[in-house]
């Protein structure tokens, strides 16, 4: 009950008020994004949501116009410290957060809620596994059970279990306990960036970020 109508109405409430919150930040971020980089501010990201349904994810822009896709052997995204594709003020954005704000815009839309798992890019609906595969009965959310725990420490097969964890166990507290660990991991900058040491990329995606780096 609580999943299917009461996180909806919160999610509303929420994307409502949180649109002023929106405004402002955009006023102080998108000169900064032009400053640095152009156009565009926006970044309309397609991703996996509700039950397998594609949607444009929205976010600030905080890598370098044109940057080429770059995944790890596990399927996930190139996350390091030193990505080349990121702009100086990306970098900012990504440790704060603050990217991820204009997904209050999905959130009003129904596309997300607040919480909930964060959502893939549409390749990776043929990598779920049937018995994780649970976790696309529900919203993806701007921070999740694994975003808020984990966040970057853990791959994308990890990533996937949390997701399925998460679907079957939500409530109100665990969405709770979710929202107040978030804010205390985007304070403390924890997890802001993957491992390197800890994840690999064939030698295609190594030879993309070598190109990059020479520009």
Same mark, same amino acid.
């Given at each position: 009950m609580y999943e299917r109508c009461f996180k909806r109405i919160?999610?509303?409430?929420?994307?409502?008020l949180g649109l002023p919150v929106f405004g402002l930040i955009c006023i102080v *971020?998108?000169?900064?994004?032009?400053?640095?980089? %152009?156009?565009? *501010?926006f970044y309309n990201a397609l991703r996996v949501g509700k039950n397998g349904k594609l949607f444009? &994810?929205? #976010?600030?822009?905080s890598m370098k116009k044109s940057a080429p896709d770059i995944r790890l052997a596990d399927g996930s995204t190139y996350n390091g410290v030193d990505d080349p594709r990121v702009t100086r003020v990306g970098r900012f954005l990504r440790s704060t957060s603050i990217d991820e704000i204009?997904?209050?815009?999905?959130?009003? #839309?129904?596309?997300?809620?607040?919480? %909930?798992?964060?959502?893939?890019?549409?390749?990776?609906l043929d990598r779920y596994p049937p018995e994780v595969r649970i976790?696309?009965?529900?919203?993806?959310?701007?921070?999740?059970?694994?975003?808020?725990?984990?966040?970057?420490? *853990?791959?994308?097969?990890?990533?996937?279990?949390?997701?399925a964890y998460y679907a079957k166990h939500c409530t109100?507290? &665990?969405?709770?306990?979710?929202?107040?660990?978030?804010?205390i991991v985007v304070l403390g900058h924890e997890n802001t960036y993957k491992d390197m040491s800890q994840n690999q990329m064939d030698?295609?995606?190594?030879?993309?970020?070598k190109i990059l780096e020479k520009i």
């Open positions: 919160i999610d509303i409430i929420l994307s409502v *971020v998108a000169p900064m994004i032009i400053l640095d980089d %152009g156009l565009p *501010v444009k &994810m929205y #976010k600030f822009r204009p997904q209050i815009l999905n959130m009003l #839309k129904g596309e997300m809620s607040l919480i %909930g798992p964060r959502p893939d890019p549409p390749d990776w976790f696309l009965q529900v919203r993806p959310g701007l921070t999740g059970y694994s975003q808020a725990f984990f966040r970057n420490s *853990v791959d994308g097969n990890e990533k996937m279990k949390n997701d109100f507290l &665990m969405d709770l306990k979710i929202f107040l660990k978030s804010i030698e295609t995606e190594k030879e993309k970020l």
